[in-house]
């Protein structure tokens, strides 16, 4: 899922009659290097989600990881800083990519389909695959990254102008910019626009169930079914990942799960075997399951694409285990996109690429046996 | 939006640092020194330099006391007697020279100003053009915070952050770290001067030589799990910096045995010393010991039983890194003090 460049960005909101609103922070060759740094205080908000500790230190409690930061010092994500005891998250409203997405890139198939999602990301993240494909903003901190100045209020404009009945945080991990998610989630409800989290679903339990209780809907990737996956691959941990699957559920919060497929890392029978059945007992055999092809990139460029027969052959075994909706991502034109009735087999929404060909779903039921459909769909 | 970012900034510095491409590899011979392995019989010398009377009667460090602390660790290192004989072992005239503070811990606890020109003067006398040498670390307004003046441009000096002109957009990659550089290394620098401080860590029990290096890459914050290692030693290994990194200058005129990296005034002392090696490893050990001297002095617990063991030492001596030693009998340890 590749965001535009910020010239794209720029002449989008300009479109949308925004640029006004919009600053640069690049600096003019003629100047360098004695630019002065720019200010970054607009960006800057206490953060939520943390403890403070004697010496000036504190305990950040928003992901997992509960890094331990002295003063002057940033957490592992690199977007939230210690100044003198208060914890700040240095990311609001200081947004580094913008697009307007078909929503099935994100990809959410059971959520308004054919519909565009107002799509942006902040810098940061809370873990470092070593396959990331946005690694250039995910892993860099925000100063390193040009930015636009997008206040909630302005992206929930953006959104409306240009026709997104959603906003999605996306590209890079939005748990890390929770406040500014959580107050763009409310500036967008205001204006009648629903959001959605892209998510690697690293998060505690009470970040969690605040932040995304402002969703309408959360994609969550689920890396792999193996600690050691976590633990060498993305650099954290399973179990609090599968802890937000369930906690997604009793939030009765919509929840897709994408699985990006690694030859020979994450791509054996067992660990399919053992993810369907983990969803189908935790979750139910609803929750729709994307395997998608994994392209080489960033650290792990040693590997090949993931063969389109490594990913019908993960479907077969979810739908063995009783998925209902298991597709197959990245392949543009596979049947594996379409979403089927499970009760008589009818193909309901046809998909190519990104693009919705049909869309036959009605009142959330199959319209040829009335099989109910679970998702969010047009009212 | 990778591809745009990238043109971007390659427009950018094409316009920008020409003249400084040319010198973007450095001096073939001294980086094939730099990299070749250590000999297992060589040893590691290592000087710590004191002066009681640093601050004279102030609390501030005499300038010309600076100097002359520099020169005695230089000259006990190097073996010569006069200093410009030093500095010429380390530069030659007409190398562009990168000097990497460490101005995280403001005006208390950061590289020393007086320190930091000393070193500079004695470049110059060695032949080294003023403005071919640049003081850097990652960000500009820490350094002015901290009493560094900022200085871009004409003939004098450098100093700047790396905020000012950017990472390569290529990833440098060793075992555990993948970052990009700091373009003020790898397109202005044939040699690293390394001038860290010698500090507690609540996450890697000491910071020094090694893990001030952490300062030149744009990803810091994923280098702290576990102690820091291995990606202290990782980020040692990168070919940029490695091949680049001549002499590590560790400023212990104040030093800190508790509660750092950032400031604390109630847990730093003045050590009034400089430790100078080419060693990162022997110079990383021995800084250790003397914080853990002075835990002992205040009535602290080890570092090993507050479970923060600066393992990352011990990592970057092994054979994967060999990037010094850590093992006091393979050091040549002098303590000298300025009469
Ligand atoms: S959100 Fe960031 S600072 Fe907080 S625990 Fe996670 S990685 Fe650390």
């Known amino acids: 899922m590749q965001p535009i460049d910020r010239r794209s960005f720029l002449l989008c909101a300009a479109s949308a009659g925004m640029v006004g609103s919009i600053r640069c922070r690049a600096v003019s060759p003629a100047a360098w290097p004695a630019a002065a740094s720019p200010d970054?205080?607009?960006?800057?908000?206490?953060?939520?989600?943390?403890?403070?500790?004697?010496?000036?230190?504190?305990?950040c409690k928003l992901c997992p990881r509960e890094c331990i930061v002295g003063d002057k010092e940033r957490g592992y994500c690199g977007v939230r800083e210690n100044r003198g005891g208060t914890y700040y998250t240095l990311v609001h409203s200081r947004v580094c990519a913008a697009h307007i997405d078909p929503i099935e890139k994100k990809p959410l198939f059971h959520y308004l389909p054919g519909t565009l999602a107002f799509s942006v990301a902040t810098a940061g993240c809370?873990?470092?695959?070593?396959?990331?494909?946005?690694?250039?903003?995910?892993?860099?901190?925000?100063?390193?990254?040009?930015?636009?100045?997008?206040?909630?209020?302005?992206?929930?404009?953006?959104?409306?102008?240009?026709?997104?009945?959603?906003?999605?945080?996306?590209?890079?991990?939005?748990?890390?910019?929770?406040?500014?998610?959580?107050d763009t989630a409310d500036a967008g409800h205001q204006a009648g626009i629903r959001s959605v989290a892209i998510s690697n679903g690293y998060l505690q339990d009470e970040a969690l169930r605040t932040a995304y209780a402002k969703m309408d809907a959360v994609k969550i990737d689920l890396k792999a079914f193996s600690q050691a996956f976590y633990r060498d691959v993305v650099g954290g941990e399973l179990k609090p990942v599968l802890d937000s699957l369930v906690t997604l559920r009793k939030m009765n919060k919509w929840t897709e799960i994408v699985y990006l497929v690694v030859p020979t890392l994450n791509d054996g029978d067992q660990?399919?075997?053992?993810?369907?059945?983990?969803?189908?007992?935790?979750?139910?055999?609803?929750?729709?399951?994307?395997?998608?092809?994994?392209?080489?990139?960033?650290?792990?460029?040693?590997?090949?694409?993931?063969?389109?027969?490594?990913?019908?052959?993960?479907?077969?075994?979810?739908?063995?285990?009783g998925l209902h909706y298991v597709y197959i991502g990245n392949v543009p034109g596979h049947p594996g996109q379409h979403t089927y009735c499970p009760r008589c087999r009818k193909v309901l929404v046809a998909r190519t690429g990104f693009e919705v060909r049909q869309m036959l779903i009605q009142k959330g039921g199959c319209p040829f046996c009335g099989q109910r459909i679970p998702g969010v769909w047009h009212s | 939006?990778?591809?745009?970012?990238?043109?971007?900034?390659?427009?950018?510095?094409?316009?920008?640092?020409?003249?400084?491409?040319?010198?973007?590899?450095?001096?073939?011979?001294?980086?094939?020194?730099?990299?070749?392995?250590?000999?297992?019989?060589?040893?590691?010398?290592?000087?710590?330099?004191?002066?009681?009377?640093l601050r004279g009667s102030g609390t501030g460090v005499d300038p010309a006391r600076a100097l002359a602390l520099l020169d005695r660790a230089m000259q006990t290192l190097c073996a010569e007697s006069e200093p410009v004989g030093c500095w010429r072992k380390i530069v030659r005239p007409g190398q562009r020279v990168a000097i990497k503070v460490n101005a995280l811990g403001g005006r208390g606890l950061s590289s020393n100003v007086q320190v930091v020109d000393a070193i500079c003067e004695r470049l110059q006398s060695a032949g080294v053009r003023a403005q071919d040498i640049v003081i850097f670390d990652r960000d500009t307004a820490e350094m002015e915070h901290t009493g560094f003046r900022i200085r871009a441009g004409g003939n004098q000096v450098q100093c700047f952050g790396t905020d000012r002109v950017g990472y390569e957009d290529t990833l440098s990659r060793f075992g555990s770290v993948g970052s990009r550089v700091s373009k003020i290394l790898t397109r202005q620098c044939d040699v690293l001067i390394n001038v860290p401080v010698l500090k507690d860590h609540d996450g890697a029990g000491i910071t020094a030589a090694l893990k001030?290096?952490?300062?030149?890459?744009?990803?810091?914050?994923?280098?702290?799990?576990?102690?820091?290692?291995?990606?202290?030693?990782?980020?040692?290994?990168?070919?940029?910096?490695?091949?680049?990194?001549?002499?590590?200058?560790?400023?212990?005129?104040?030093?800190?045995?508790?509660?750092?990296?950032?400031?604390?005034?109630?847990?730093?002392?003045h050590e009034n010393a400089l430790l100078v090696s080419a060693d990162p490893v022997a110079l990383d050990h021995t800084g250790w010991q003397m914080i853990e001297r002075k835990r002992a002095e205040k009535g602290l617990s080890t570092l090993e039983a507050e479970g923060r063991t600066p393992r990352y030492i011990a990592t970057a001596a092994d054979a994967a890194h060999r990037l010094g030693t850590n093992d006091p009998r393979r050091m040549i340890l002098s303590e000298v003090r300025v009469a």
């Open chain 1, 40 to 59: 970054d205080s607009r960006y800057r908000k206490e953060a939520l989600f943390y403890q403070k500790l004697p010496n000036r230190r504190i305990k």
């Open chain 1, 271 to 321: 660990e399919f075997r053992s993810l369907a059945g983990w969803i189908r007992t935790n979750l139910g055999g609803e929750v729709p399951l994307h395997f998608t092809q994994f392209h080489p990139d960033y650290l792990l460029r040693n590997l090949p694409i993931t063969p389109v027969s490594t990913l019908e052959r993960a479907k077969a075994i979810a739908e063995g285990e």
């Open chain 2, 1 to 53: 939006m990778r591809k745009g970012h990238l043109e971007n900034r390659r427009e950018f510095l094409t316009g920008c640092l020409a003249g400084a491409a040319a010198l973007a590899c450095g001096d073939g011979l001294l980086q094939a020194e730099a990299l070749r392995p250590q000999p297992r019989e060589a040893k590691s010398k290592l000087v710590v330099a004191r002066d009681a009377l």
């Open chain 2, 212 to 269: 001030n290096m952490y300062g030149v890459i744009h990803n810091p914050n994923k280098c702290h799990p576990n102690g820091c290692n291995p990606y202290a030693a990782d980020v040692n290994m990168l070919a940029e910096i490695r091949s680049r990194a001549r002499l590590h200058i560790c400023d212990a005129t104040t030093a800190c045995y508790e509660g750092g990296p950032g400031f604390k005034p109630q847990f730093a002392w």
């Open chain 1, 126 to 182: 809370n873990v470092d695959c070593k396959f990331c494909q946005n690694w250039d903003i995910s892993q860099s901190r925000p100063e390193q990254v040009p930015a636009n100045y997008l206040p909630p209020q302005t992206i929930a404009a953006l959104a409306a102008q240009n026709r997104c009945p959603t906003i999605a945080y996306t590209y890079s991990e939005p748990a890390v910019f929770s406040e500014f998610l959580m």
